[in-house]
Nanobody, 127 residues
Framework: QVQLVESGGGLVQAGGSVRLSCTAS????????MGWFRQAPGKEREFVAA????????YYADSVKGRFTISRDNAKKTVYLQMNSLKPEDTAVYYC????????????????????WGQGTEVTVSS
């Protein structure tokens, strides 16, 4: 069982930056690839970024590539999402999720492929 708690959301102006954190409970954080997803009002939850168990592999949605960076600190059981050059269309509730993996190289982007989810943190980008 893994419990995930996101933090770091808030209101930011377009062009600004925010760093989200997601801290996990349990002793097996490094057994999970981690992902960030977001859901805007009236829209489906969509993939943002993912990182493999030890950070060897990362993967980004085209909409955030070059602006967002995912990273993790297994000693702190925390995954981060650094968001730069924010746009109003980045406004959403951001969720982190954990996907149990045997391999360090695998990252996945499907909502239904993740095993555990946090409660979300809201990011609002004003124009």
């Amino acid at each position: 069982q893994v419990q995930l708690v996101e933090s770091g959301g808030g209101l930011v102006q377009a062009g600004g930056s925010v760093r989200l954190s997601c801290t996990a409970s349990g002793r097996t954080f490094s057994s999970y690839a981690m992902g960030w997803f977001r859901q805007a009002p009236g829209k489906e939850r969509e993939f943002v970024a993912a990182i493999s168990r030890y950070g060897t592999s990362t993967y980004y949605a085209d909409s955030v590539k070059g602006r967002f960076t995912i990273s993790r600190d297994n000693a702190k059981k925390t995954v981060y999402l650094q968001m730069n050059s924010l746009k109003p269309e980045d406004t959403a509730v951001y969720y982190c999720a954990a996907d149990f993996q045997y391999s360090d190289y695998v990252v996945v982007s499907g909502v239904h492929e993740y095993d555990y989810w946090g409660q979300g943190t809201e990011v609002t980008v004003s124009s």
